[in-house]
């Protein structure tokens, strides 16, 4: 039986909104080209995570990442090409055909096939323990709660960012500001039941993943496209209109990830990203075209902000640029300022061709790094330090323990996957036991 | 231009397409979107028949409503290819006419039955309709030569014209800029082979969203139509030079060219028309437009009634009934020729072009 937060057309949780996995691979395969080393995988988790890892369960992850392209195909899945503007990624990631929803839909199906039954719009409330073993499960159901009892439990819910809140106990009133890129169901309900039942925290509560998104998008479930990349092709003022850090620090890929917190540190969590004509085509638009305007003070106006004060922002900052550079997008070039406070390391052009053009930012969270604690088997531990005889957890409610921190892309579901995999051949052995 | 602000609400829905391009892997479509910065009113026409209607970009979707981004690419397509059909056909009052597809399809091809059985009764005798006829030149027998060939000729040739017609004015307007000049042996090479695989029927390896996802039964029941209706063509054919150049008039033998390709053609339509049918009345309605659906029923009950009269001609044709089957037979045909041009039968015309357009802007990338 499976326990859906969500109605059926939101199933899935932020798996809806993935579209590539990471996965470590010793010859090109069906999913990723080239090769794709253990070893690499694990330097690249141990950088974006300083270290913080829990090895041994970081060395399963990678190991087990290696088998999950057949295993997928097994399931349905059909792998394409890199989406476009994510070429990059072609030799670590495998995109899958049609993104995570449709990953979703197929393993609905297997699931159907395997005559599971779901049921949707459940709420878990409670899981009722004695001893080491949670006997069964409450939960709630078009407004009627209703008890299971089970031999075993698998936790598969997410974090719990879509609880603002929550996130409030940790960031006071900014987190109102917060727009949630996800799923409004993954409020972490069955996160605190795993706790109210005893499982041990992992990860730091405050820690989110956030990325710079357009301040117009929904409050929820906004997913990809509301996502701005047009930061390293201008510049990025905060309400003040002042530049705030380097936007030229390094390659999109790799600093993608920090202007989310950048933005949620600022006062208003709010910022604003600038540029002209020369910029236009040059990365992924976003659903929202951007403001429009045929002077910096008209922008300055049409984006609230004190039309003096950009347009003092704008004329340091090109009168900055270091003349004689060769712009190249797609690597470290040599455009840059010199002599500003906060310099803009590469891509830097002036901005001086109308139209300019701005996006209102505010922070996205894509997902929290609070967790349960869990063993090799995918067993919840204990606030004793000791495992539970039949809880299971996987994907992001305890993602933290192989990635406290920082951002991997597609390694979230790699986790899941290898977690959901394990969980699930640890909770059957249970119950056949 | 499009109704209901179609163009507007293409623009809406493809910026979201363009910021997320997950469905990059299902079809031309979403690469095409990708060339694109806004979307025009040719860019509309061009993409709505460049969709080949599988559905699997709405089944993927995480924005579909009830998400407030409400994207429905299908059904938007569907919408503005019904759109299309109307306005590249001629005469525009004619084509305003299949607004109800059904009731104008039915209506037509009833009339022709009438007026074929009329013509017979008061031209032949009104025996003719109801005596077995035996031996070389037993059709002509009921309905005179000529009176069967000229009408069909006609119809055929102004079909013909209004497709042409549509399909230069169609070409013109999905053209991007004043020198594209995309047809040439390249793209027209390219695109007649996905045409003929029916390439993006398989939403980028399986198959369809219809009944279920992945489903290869569309594409299936399509290529049994599609081969069926070229085999009847066959047979009309190879019929004309049996009797042109053989000097055999017909009925012609079982196991003569027409009368086998004839019978696997219809066998094929009836089989295909008839899956299409029962798929169409499972599928998800959502990611398409009722318009659409209607012109779909109307097309393949057409195509059902001339395959099953024909295979009815056949089976009886030494019968006292094939006097009145013949009628009936020609009759529906007259309803095909007629209404052809103003509903679904259309949509190779411009979904080929859409193709060549496609094939020759993937080339210059």
């Known amino acids: 039986m499976l326990l859906e937060r969500a109605p059926a057309y939101m199933r899935g949780g932020n798996t809806r909104h993935t579209r590539d996995i990471r996965l470590a691979h010793d010859d090109p395969n069906a999913a990723a080209t080239g090769v794709y080393a253990e070893e690499e995988l694990l330097d690249d988790l141990l950088r974006v995570t300083g270290g913080e890892t829990n090895r041994p369960l970081a060395e399963l992850t990678i190991r087990d990442s290696k088998t999950l392209a057949a295993w997928m195909s097994e399931q349905g899945v059909r792998w394409q090409k890199p989406l476009k503007g994510t070429l990059h990624l072609s030799r670590t990631n495998g995109f899958f055909l049609g993104g995570g929803k449709n990953l979703v839909n197929t393993y609905y199906d297997t699931a159907e096939r395997l005559g599971v039954r779901v049921v949707y719009d459940a709420s878990v409330i409670g899981l009722e323990r004695r001893g080491r073993t949670v006997e069964s499960v409450v939960y709630e159901s078009a407004g009627t709660p209703a008890r299971v009892r089970c031999g075993a439990v698998v936790v598969a819910a997410g974090g719990f960012e879509a609880d603002v809140d929550w996130l409030k106990e940790y960031w006071g009133d900014a987190a109102s500001q917060f727009l949630i890129r996800g799923t409004p169901y993954n409020t972490g309900l069955a996160l605190k039941a795993m706790y109210e039942a005893g499982a041990k925290r992992i990860g730091d509560p405050r820690g989110l993943h956030c990325v710079a998104v357009d301040a117009r998008a929904p409050k929820f479930d906004g997913g990809i496209v509301t996502r701005i990349d047009a930061i390293p092709f201008g510049i990025a003022v905060n309400a003040e209109a002042v530049r705030f850090y380097d936007e030229g620090e390094d390659l999109w890929p790799k600093r993608y990830a920090i202007w989310g917190k950048l933005i949620a540190e600022l006062p208003g969590q709010a910022a604003y990203v600038i540029f002209d004509q020369q910029a236009v085509g040059g990365f992924i638009p976003s659903v929202y075209r951007p403001v429009r305007a045929e002077s910096i003070e008209e922008l300055a106006l049409l984006l609230d902000l004190e039309p003096a004060a950009l347009v003092r922002t704008v004329s340091a900052f090109n009168a900055a640029v270091q003349p004689g550079g060769t712009f190249q997008p797609g690597s470290l070039d040599d455009c840059r300022t010199e002599g500003l406070t906060i310099p803009k390391s590469h891509w830097v052009r002036r901005i001086d061709t109308p139209p300019y053009y701005g996006y209102p930012l505010r922070p996205g969270v894509t997902f929290t790094y609070l967790g349960v604690e869990v063993d090799a088997h995918a067993r919840v531990i204990d606030c004793d330090g000791q495992g539970f005889d039949n809880v299971f957890a996987a994907g992001e409610c305890m993602a933290g323990n192989i990635l406290s921190r920082g951002y991997l892309a597609g390694f979230g579901l790699t986790i899941g996957t290898v977690f959901g995999r394990i969980a699930g051949v640890s909770a059957a052995a249970h119950v056949r036991a | ?365």
């Open chain 2, 1 to 365: 231009m499009f109704e209901l602000d179609l163009t507007a609400e293409a623009d809406r829905q493809f910026a979201v397409c363009n910021a997320c391009r997950y469905c990059e892997g299902f079809c031309a479509v979403f690469g095409a979107v990708e060339l694109r910065s806004a979307i025009g009113d040719g860019d509309v026409a061009y993409l709505a028949n460049l969709c080949h209607d599988c559905r699997m970009c709405f089944d993927a979707c995480m924005f579909t409503p009830p998400h407030e981004f409400a994207v429905n690419i299908p059904a938007l397509m569907a919408q503005a290819r019904v759109q299309t059909y109307e306005r590249y056909s001629w005469p525009p009052s004619l084509a305003r006419m299949f607004r109800v597809p059904g009731l104008g399809v039915a209506s037509i091809t009833l009339t022709g039955i009438v007026i074929v059985a009329l013509l017979i009764a008061f031209g032949v005798g009104v025996t003719a309709l109801g005596t077995a006829q035996l031996g070389a030149g037993a059709f002509y027998r009921v309905v005179p030569y000529l009176a069967m060939v000229v009408p069909a000729l006609v119809l055929g040739v102004f079909g013909v014209f209004v497709l042409a017609y549509g399909a230069r004015r169609y070409a013109h307007d999905i053209r991007s800029g004043d020198g594209d000049d995309f047809v040439s042996w390249r793209s027209v090479r390219t695109a007649v082979r996905e045409a003929i695989t029916l390439v993006y029927l398989q939403g980028g390896g399986e198959g369809c969203y219809d009944v279920k996802r992945d489903s290869p039964w569309r594409r299936f029941f399509h290529m049994l139509v599609f081969w069926g209706v070229l085999a009847d063509f066959g047979a009309t054919l190879s019929a004309a030079a049996a009797q042109e150049l053989l000097g055999q008039l017909p009925p012609y033998p079982l196991w003569s060219v027409p009368v086998v390709l004839g019978t696997l053609g219809g066998v094929a339509i009836v089989l295909g028309a008839a899956g299409l049918i029962a798929l169409k009345g499972r599928s998800d309605a959502k990611p398409t437009s009722a318009r659409m659906i209607a012109m779909d029923y109307a097309f393949l009950a057409m195509l059902e009634t001339v395959a099953l009269t024909g295979l009815a001609l056949l089976a009886f044709r030494s019968t006292a009934a094939m006097g009145s089957l013949l009628a009936i037979h020609l009759g529906s045909l007259a309803g095909l020729f007629i209404t052809a041009p103003y509903g679904k039968f259309v949509h190779f015309v411009y979904r080929s072009i859409a193709l060549v357009k496609n094939a020759s802007e993937r080339q210059t990338e």
